[in-house]
């Protein structure tokens, strides 16, 4: 920047002194002449953009800047908080010196309490970071020098500004800021060089914020009339409410709808909890989010699908595209023969990314999924055990279509396993079922086809040294099953020893992918960006980013002549079409993600580990913590599982998320075995809560304590038999949300035909929540592995008292009889859920075990 130059800008009225000229600076271009009418800007969050979200991204890279420790736990986090109580301290002191010549009459009101930097300085405990050496206007310039790093033109107002300016329009800036006119000069001609205008206003300068006194001096220092005068801005109160009561026109210039707002107030929650941070910190984040912002108010979409895929797909596959193209690159520095390809069906996606990035880098489609690898190397040492060992339970109809092959022996076993078998059992009988030579010709002919596609898909397959795989990931089933048959082929003289291979995964089971042999596997979503545990819960979920990801055909079932044979499309024509919507949204994201960087904007994924982070925050929200939007939109959807059959699951099922937590305790609840395959979704249409509890519990923070069944008394209940009745002591256990359940255990031989508890002891006004029986070989099978039965209101009956519209009156003596239907487990669970009604709660009481004293029995206090 150069000196001030002769010429000035329009003079600026400051509170209580003499009009003062802000300076123009030498290289800014002579003005045209202007008209009489005036088109003023506010600056933070429409002129210019922050690449965070924000202020608070400012402090943060200010305490870096300023050299405190930042390697301190909880250093950064304490000066940024510092940082905002020194802001409330300097203005709650303005405001009180203010309001002194209020109360004694010499004003007609308080004025606001605007400051400058340097007094926000003032009330900043220097000390406490090691930073007594600087002073408060040396950290003023510190977290300047931040907001130069950070700010950046809003290329739409920018283009709105100069059209004013074209047009004839007196221009100017009028900001809430504690940046002074010199300083908010510099630093919008830092992102704008050149920027000119005719008047230039903020508040710390004037002692007055925009919704007080700004605008009327605005008005009177430019000799404009209010109708003369147009304001842009982002804040509803300061810049649209504040000119519009004094008759000024507002064009409001919002940075975010409702829905991504709270988005991206979620996506921080769940950075913080289940990510393990990133390397700048958790609120800067390359500038992702504010582009995420600029492409939703920018970028026109028709239908909720496509503005999910421009908020949160396509972010989450341009960044891993980062990841893929860094990968590429290392290896291509070897001075390898190299060769990119993307696997079907769920790399759909990806491959339409990296084509509008890398229009010049061409990329091949393998049409190969889990099931034709496997069985491609079922001749192996590995056998069938790739393929059915993480099957639970499968019945002759499943398997058949999953292998293509029958034979009476195949009915025999399924017929002497009750008709259904566990896939480890089958895959080992399966050689003795279909014999060598059977086998053997499944395996090779599903080789040999497989072959043919790799030869077709990609030129020059045979003399390549690396083949890059690209997948949403997981534990590398594709890659392995492909290396086992390419080396099968060559021990057999039938194909090439083939190349290196090379995964690269979205998100990926590291352990599962840490020794390949010459082959390699990476995982952006690694688990040194998210632990083992919140990664199993994202592959819990992770069915939702399958359907949206894939392409809009059946799976690959064989090959012929190097072509896909495929499966009919197990998906309505809905569910195709709402995930062709977000993929096309995605891929608008991903343009505007183009334009951005050859407009030279920064790359807001350049840094990979501070991309990763946020990529997994991004998924991790959209799978653990959807809005009632996503649920809607996506928790109808089905999902194919893919393998050779002909079964479709439900990707959210709300009522067994009701059952579950009904019959469990809220932690195991959340653990519910697939389906559904999404357990978060079908809990968040529970309510909001219950979809936050998912969302902690995949985090690995759902304290037990708190969120599970605590022991908070005793209780006698009443077993009914054909010929007696006896009583049985049970353990009242209180839930997170204050209700009361107890588990009632049943042995089948015992033929036990009612339950009869004792509510009126409990509370003389209960809701009955819901009554659930779950049976097994076992109590702990029946209760956490057997499916949830609810028994209806025809079943209970009060005694003693009266049920109504579920809610139980009764005296100390009243009792609920449950009537049980016929069992056919060796062992049952009753489990019973009431909230005690009357302003009490039960209470889980044990600290005087702790102390040695006999605990109280008191279960639900008097109100």
Known sequence: MGEPAAMVAPAVVHAGVEATAVPAWDDAP???????LAVSFDVFDTVLMRRCTTPDGVFELACRHAGADVGRPGLVESFVQHRKLAETT??????????????????????SAEVTIEAIYQEFPRRLFGLEALAPADLAEIEFRAELDLCVADPEVAFLY????????????????YWGAERLAKLLRHCRPGLAWDFLYASCDHGTAKADRLFEHVLEAENLDPAALTHMGDNPAADVAAPRKLGIGARPYAQATPWLAGVLQREETIFALATHGAPMGRRLDGGARTLRRRAARTTPVTTPAAALGLAVLGPVLAAFDRFVEAQVRQIEAEGRRVAVAFLARDGALSRDVWTRLHPDRPAAWLEINRRTAALAAADGEAGFAPLLDPIDAIDRPTAVDMLGLDAPALRRFFATSGGVATGPALAAALPRLFGRKAIADLAGGMRDGLIAHLRREIGGFDGLDDLVLVDLGYSGSVQKGLRRALDLALQAGAGPAGPRLHGVYLVGRDA?????????????????VVSPHVKEALLGNIAVLEQLCAASTGSVRAYRDGLPLREAERRDAAHVALAREAQAGALRFVEKLAEEILDGRPDPFAELDTAAAWTAALLARLLFLPTDDEVLLLGGLAHDVNLGSRNTVALA??????????????????????????????????SPLHGFAYALFGAGALPGDVFGDVPCGRIDVTLVGPRKAVPLTVTCLRTPAGDLRLRVPLIADRRIEAVAVPVGQLAARALLRGVTMQQGETGREALHKAPITTLGRDRLQAVGGTLADEVMRSGPDGSLVILLPKTT?????????????????PLALSLADQAGEAATTSIVPEA
């Open 162 to 177: 100069d059209e004013a300016r074209d047009e004839g329009f007196r221009t100017g800036f009028v900001s809430d800021t």
């Open 90 to 111: 300097a203005r709650r002191r303005v405001f009180r010196a203010n309001s002194e010549p209020a109360r004694s009459g010499r004003v007609d009101r308080v004025a």
């Open 653 to 686: 099922d709300p009522q067994a998320a009701a059952d579950a937590v009904l019959a469990r305790a809220l932690p195991d609840a959340c653990a519910m075995a697939a389906p559904p395959m999404w357990p978060a979704g079908s809990l968040a249409a529970l």
């Open 825 to 841: 487990g060796r062992v049952a669970v009753l489990t019973l859920v009431l909230t005690p009604l009357g302003g009490a709660r």
């Open 30 to 36: 002579v003005t045209p002449a202007r008209t009489g």
């Open 512 to 528: 599962a992918l840490d020794d390949l042999g010459p082959d390699t596997a990476s995982s952006f979503i690694s688990d040194l």
